[in-house]
């Protein structure tokens, strides 16, 4: 369509365009629709104002006046002067910047200039495009992980909220209350709020909460005793750590409401997960039980200390502990082994305990350190969705080991007599599988998993052996895993860097106290630490098994890598701090032929002493640490003795069901017959049990004994 050219005689209809006369010529062919023409037909546009036909007049858009680009002036960059053109609306006060030839009007919408992003026109800078989706969902993440943090303080709405957001509904929200009501009611009532398997009811007075009683659905015995439990876990929640009402907060209720929540609503499928869980661990309890009274058998002693050391023994060394709603956490554990730490603050520890590594016995009688549980290492066990088909389902029993229980004698060979209770099906009308067929039984689409607390880092390999064993994929990774100390140490380091490329070294300082020459003295030790060889790195979170015996099985190789990994990190990521006296490990420490006895613990912590003895500090001991992974977890360390011309190298390993071995230990003990060695290896092995698995003071110990043996 050739524009029309103005005449003085013409009537032109309001909001008609027409090109202007100095231009002399029609409109150029387009290879697109003209903009204007694609947004309004006959070249009609939103304009109410007539443009004048005078080539100096200036033209209006909507009400903006334009003024003339370089294009219309025949002064143009482009590469060519008949391209699409149109000027820059004079109320932005410069000439808007825009690639050759795409001199393109943004239009004004209520006064403000809308201008392209670049990343819509499609352009890149010099440092490339900006991935604005990434940043707006960055942005997202960093809003969302704020919302919904701080659940508040505890209140009688605060619990009415927080049982909303998990799913639970109560009988407050429904209740109409005149302004008297609500100032005689309002925190002075009980709050019921329920899921589909469960009713937990909070009283209320003043605010404050006075009891929590938990229940379920299904009428039990062993649930209702559980749900006891969970009640007196939920009001420690409730109250405050201090005592004061109003600084009580939500945070702890939250989480544990969250773990029952997350159980019922998988309960709502026909399957009570409440009852599976509470039959494994009947059978669990029942295991733990006939163990104990097994190890106690023959033990001597006062009735409390054999009832500790069986505990202790059955946790660390056999089937684990299982407990349910202890630890102020709501489910069903299995406690299978802690890091051991020698109690500094206990006065009768602190006041001359005398510890024999190569007798059976301490101070108290104990044949084990006194152990203050620093980290404990559990298996949470719960209940997930998974398909039938690909994974064993879920069974309702409590008959995963036979009744009575006998078990086996450790000389016999055998293992524990489990059993296998028939599968647990559950009808089609039950569920919302749609492809179950009317009438027919089918498996419940829910399977076990045991969540590792805290998460295990093991070698690649190991990781995946674990995996097999209870029948799990292996994991898909696109990219080359990090290395086993790099992730066990410095995970974000391991994140960033360059996974399984060079070889990981870290170092790390300690100080230790010692005696030398009749006096106490701090001892630096300088460690660094070195991979023999390039080992991946795994983080096992969590297992998913069909069978009890499965996690049994595992207990041994998860406790070895769980002291590997406590014993690492207690050197190299901790600050420099005294450690505990070498002293307590041995009733007395011979120095240059010179016997006294050791000072007390509690002297030796004082922070007046220790200031005092830091002054002296001259000396300063570098320890080379070698780590191999496979085929068994050993560190070599190598330290020079008091003796200057000799320097030590020992071999450490760690077994299964974290026990020590040494392999090796040159430059320390003297050279005799072999039976001697080893039965000196031996009190090595346990002298670093009973210090907890702290390299620093156990090598004092070394260098000491090293010396008053030469």
């Not at 990343?119 to 993440?141: C, Q």
């Not at 909220?161 to 009532?189: C, H, M, Q, Y």
């Not at 080359?480 to 960033?496: F, G, N």
Request: charged residues 20%; proline residues 8%; aromatic residues 4%.
């Amino acid at each position: 369509m050739a524009t029309p050219t103005p005449s003085s005689g013409s009537k032109r209809p309001a909001g008609s365009v027409h090109t202007p006369s100095h231009l002399n010529q029609s409109s150029p062919p387009r290879s697109v629709p003209s903009p204007v023409a694609s947004r309004h037909p006959a070249g009609k546009t939103p304009i109410n104002h007539p443009t004048t036909s005078s080539s100096q007049g200036s033209k209006t858009l909507g009400s903006t006046p334009m003024v003339r680009n370089l294009s219309q002036t025949g002064n143009t960059s482009s590469p060519s002067a008949n391209m699409l053109s149109f000027g820059t609306p004079s109320g932005l006060g410069v000439e808007g910047t825009t690639p050759a030839g795409l001199n393109m009007l943004t239009p004004a919408l209520g006064g403000a200039a809308m201008m392209p992003t670049m990343s819509e026109l499609g352009l890149t800078t010099s440092g490339g495009k900006r991935n604005e989706d990434e940043e707006r969902r960055a942005k997202m993440r960093k809003v969302l992980r704020k919302i919904g943090t701080p659940k508040g303080r505890v209140s009688e709405e605060g619990i009415a909220r927080v049982s909303r957001r998990v799913g639970f509904a109560n009988d407050i929200d429904a209740e109409k209350l005149t302004a008297e009501e609500k100032e005689r009611k309002v925190g002075n009532r009980p709050i019921s709020t329920a899921g589909n398997t469960i009713v937990i009811e909070v009283d209320l007075k003043n605010q404050v909460p006075q009891n929590v009683q938990v229940m379920y659905s299904v009428q039990s015995k062993a649930l209702e005793e559980q749900g006891e439990k969970a009640g007196k876990v939920l009001l420690s929640d409730l109250k405050a750590a201090d005592g004061v009402a109003l600084n009580a907060k939500l945070d702890r209720f939250a989480a544990n409401l969250e773990r029952l929540a997350r159980l019922d609503r998988l309960s709502s499928g026909g399957v009570n997960c409440f009852e599976a869980l509470s039959g494994l661990y009947s059978s669990l309890r029942t295991l733990y039980e006939q163990e104990k009274a097994a190890t106690t058998a023959g033990m001597k002693g006062s009735a409390p200390d054999i009832e500790e050391k069986a505990d202790t023994e059955v946790l660390r060394k056999k089937s684990g502990k299982p407990v349910v709603h202890e630890r102020n956490r709501l489910g069903v554990e299995i406690l299978y082994w802690h890091e051991s730490r020698q109690a500094d603050s206990s006065e009768d520890k602190a006041s001359g305990t005398k510890m024999e590594v190569d007798g059976q016995k301490t101070s108290d009688g104990d044949t084990t350190a006194t152990q203050d549980s620093d980290t404990t290492f559990a298996l949470r066990i719960e209940a997930e969705s998974s398909p039938a088909g690909l994974y064993p389902s879920i069974r309702v029993a409590d008959t995963w080991l036979p009744d009575p229980l006998e078990l086996p004698s450790a000389d016999s060979g055998e293992g524990i007599p489990w059993q296998e209770p028939p599968p647990t099906f559950i009808a089609p009308d039950a569920s919302q599988n749609a492809m179950a067929v009317d009438g027919q039984q089918h498996l419940p689409d829910l399977r076990f998993v045991a969540k590792l607390d805290p998460p295990l880092v093991m070698p690649y390999q190991t990781a995946l052996n674990v995996l097999a064993a209870v029948g799990a994929p292996q994991p898909q990774t696109m990219t080359i895993p990090p290395q086993y100390a790099a992730l066990l140490l410095r995970p974000e380091v391991a994140a960033h860097g360059q996974p399984g490329v060079a070889s990981f070294t870290t170092s790390a300082e300690q100080d230790v106290l010692s005696q030398r020459d009749g006096q106490e003295t701090v001892v630096r030790h300088n460690y660094i630490l070195d991979s023999v060889k390039l080992d991946w790195g795994f983080k096992v979170e969590e297992l998913p098994f069909s069978h009890p015996r499965q996690l049994i099985e595992l207990l041994p190789t998860l406790r070895q890598w769980a002291c590997v990994g406590s014993l690492l990190k207690a050197t190299f990521n901790r600050q420099v701090t005294p450690s505990r006296s070498s002293p307590s490990l041995s009733e007395k420490i011979h120095t240059h032929g010179v016997s006294r006895d050791p000072p007390k613990l509690e002297d030796l912590l004082q922070q007046s002493h220790i200031d005092h003895v830091q002054t002296q500090n001259t000396n300063s001991v570098p320890v080379n640490i070698a780590l191999a992974t496979a085929p068994t977890p050993t560190l070599g360390l190598i330290f020079p003795t008091l003796d200057t011309e000799r320097i030590a190298n020992i071999s450490v390993q760690i077994l299964p069901n974290a026990d020590f071995a040494i392999s090796t230990h040159e430059g320390i003990l003297p050279s005799g017959p072999a039976d001697d060695r080893s039965e000196k290896a031996r009190k090595m092995a346990r002298a670093l049990e009973v210090c907890g698995g702290d390299l620093g003071l156990w090598i004092e110990w070394l260098r000491t004994t090293s010396l008053s043996s030469s």
